[in-house]
């Protein structure tokens, strides 16, 4: 058999970490990714094609006789990039636009798991802003305020008080702020979130170990919510202060009863999902329910879980893709843990171009990778001579992640090399993994 070509779409972490396992593969010989960074270039051929580009990139795909394209982004998925190359006979990961929805819109996401009797928090859903507001005055605060469609994370909203909500809903039904469409309203639940994702092709469903993400931007889990500030995998069943965590049981209760149900559900309505399902899940007093669904590799999870693969994922891409036999998926009992680092005012605002130095010291441990999530190249002169700077060019810039035999062991070593990092506007949280260690 000859070697594939392979094009992933997207340009974070999430997607360098994707090339990274890619590279590992022995039926992989060549590597391309759209748009890419100045990481992932050192690991991939860089296209300059955006993600939501699709005649483009499906005649890129067809030109260099790519045997698979990998899709990073949701926004990619819910522009209908996997039906535009499925339409042309090219192979892709990724869910349909259809599919897409569970994540796409929230209201349909909702109601699947209303109809398929999947745990989640108790909603109600509204176009009409009088009727949203006379709901949310007879309930009870916090609130939760969900913008139906795609929002990059910015859609949630919990107001504590009347006022707020009622502000919040002006923005969302009145003003269209994130765009214009429905909004709904959800129970407030509260207990530890974490994430499961799983490889699904149509109601065959295959998980991968659970992560956890940290989503405020500050120590103590103070601050604003970001699109994730570091993670760790895998859960261990008790917390620093022994009280029980995730369990082994919780792992199965959400595989059987939250996993499967919705990728049944989905085949039942005539929509079959074929990529990565993500579950946010929380485990509330009453059990595990889910926040929400994503149609895609959650970031910064598949930092941290992708490193454990033992397996070739391409193979795991091909049965998916192809509804084939799917291989026996291993993973390393190592944990992996990693840390964020991000533009100094991220996510509020923040400045970008400033140099970084010190990655070949950070990366001199051999367990310890680093994934580009918003860096480029700068041309730099000085005394007649021209060089290439490495330099910030978004929020979160980069997540460095080591692996150890326990989370303690993992996170020791990423700190260690967050530490040789040289770049003046870059910060970080330093308790990833809080809740464990
Ligand atoms: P999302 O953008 O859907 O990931 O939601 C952002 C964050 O809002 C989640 O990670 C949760 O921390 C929080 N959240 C969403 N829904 C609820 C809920 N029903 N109860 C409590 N917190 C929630
Ligand atoms: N880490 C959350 C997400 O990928 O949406």
């Known amino acids: 058999m000859s070697k594939a070509k ?3 779409i997207g340009g974070g972490g999430r997607e360098h970490a994707i090339i ?16 890419g ?36 982004p949701e926004v990619s998925l819910a522009a209908g990039l996997t039906d535009e190359f499925v339409s042309r006979g090219l192979r892709v ?18 109601s699947i798991m209303s109809k398929y009797g999947i745990p989640t928090a108790g909603y109600k859903t509204f176009s009409d802003y009088d009727e949203a507001l006379a709901y949310v005055r007879e309930g009870s605060f916090p609130v939760v305020l969900k913008y139906d469609g795609l929002a990059a994370g910015k859609g949630v909203v919990i ?6 909500a009622s502000k919040t809903l002006g923005d969302m039904l009145l003003d269209d702020k994130f765009g214009h469409g429905k909004v709904v309203v959800e129970d407030y ?10 490889f699904v092709d149509g109601s065959r469903v295959w998980p991968l170990p659970l992560a956890q993400d940290h989503k405020r931007a500050f120590d103590g889990d103070e601050g604003p919510n970001t699109g994730g500030m570091g993670a760790y995998s895998p859960l261990p069943p008790f917390t620093a202060s022994g009280d029980e965590f995730v369990t082994a049981a ?10 499967k149900p919705v990728a049944a559900g989905m085949v039942a309505e005539g929509i079959p999902f074929k ?40 193979d795991i891409f091909s049965a998916v893709a192809d509804g084939t036999e799917m291989p026996e998926i291993e993973w390393s009992s190592d944990a992996v843990l990693g840390f964020v680092m991000a533009s100094k005012g991220y996510p509020v605002s923040y400045k970008k171009g400033f140099e970084i130095k010190g990655l070949d010291s950070a990366l001199s441990d051999p367990d310890v990778r680093i994934y580009h999530m918003g860096t480029s190249f700068k041309s730099l002169r000085s005394d007649g001579i021209s060089s290439e700077a490495l330099v910030t060019a978004g929020g979160r810039v980069l997540m460095v992640v080591a692996r150890g035999k326990d989370l303690a062991g993992a996170r020791d070593k990423a700190l260690g090399a967050v530490g040789k990092i040289e770049c003046g506007n870059l910060f970080f949280r330093s308790d990833i993994g809080h809740w464990v260690l």
Do not use: W
């Open 37 to 72: 960074n100045a990481g992932i270039a050192g690991q991939a051929k860089c296209v300059p094609l955006d993600d939501v580009q699709i005649e483009e990139l499906a005649d890129f795909a067809e030109k260099n006789k790519i045997a698979l394209t990998v899709v990073g």
């Open 189 to 198: 639940l509260t207990g530890p979130e974490f994430s499961f994702m799983c």
């Open 159 to 164: 107001p504590e008080n009347f006022e707020d």
């Open 6 to 8: 392979v094009l992933v």
């Open 20 to 35: 990274d396992a890619l590279s590992r593969s022995s039926k992989v010989s060549k590597i391309y990714c759209a748009p």
């Open 250 to 259: 919780d792992e199965a209760y959400a595989l059987e009863h939250i996993m």
């Open 275 to 314: 990529g990565l399902l993500y579950g946010g899940l929380m485990k509330t007093p009453d059990g595990i329910k889910v926040i929400e669904f994503n149609c895609r590799f959650g970031d910064p999870e598949t930092e941290v879980v992708l490193p454990r693969l033992d397996s070739d994922i391409y």
């Open 93 to 110: 990961f990724g869910p349909s636009r259809a599919a897409a929805r569970i994540e796409s819109s929230k209201d349909f996401a909702k």
